[in-house]
């Protein structure tokens, strides 16, 4: 999808979306799993997504937490990456630890709006 933010124009893409039990040495909390999903950026005159502007959101809207790998592991399926680094995007997967059934979707928020500049929908 094509999204305007205050800071340009650029096309986010999320794909591979997958749900883990659990990670080695993680696991969710009771009743919870993780949905793993990899996102893709590509800016169009500067714009670029950040951590601090992603939340998820599970059933009622609840706030859910997103896990990420603080030494950063490589990109890809069963490891926990960090998310769309500082500098402004390329490719990473977003951990979300949520209820093991609902909706659950992403929003980002730009700037800490408490209103989502975007949303995506991850699971029904």
């Given amino acids: ?24 040495g993680l696991v969710p909390a009771p009743g919870h799993v993780f949905v793993e999903v990899q996102a893709s950026v590509r800016a169009l005159g500067g714009f670029q997504l950040t951590s601090r502007g992603w939340h998820a959101v599970g059933p009622d809207g609840r706030a859910l937490a997103i896990i990420t790998n603080a030494y950063g592991a490589n990109s890809r399926p069963g490891v926990i990456s960090p998310l769309l680094r500082e500098e402004g995007g390329g490719e990473a997967w977003i951990v979300v630890e949520a209820p093991a059934s609902g909706p659950v979707r992403l929003e980002y928020r730009e700037y800490g709006n408490s209103d989502p500049t975007f949303w995506i929908r991850l699971r029904d």
């Fill in 1 to 24: 999808m094509t999204i305007k933010t205050l800071e340009g124009t650029g096309v986010i893409r999320l794909s591979d979306i997958d749900t883990v039990a659990a990670y080695p």
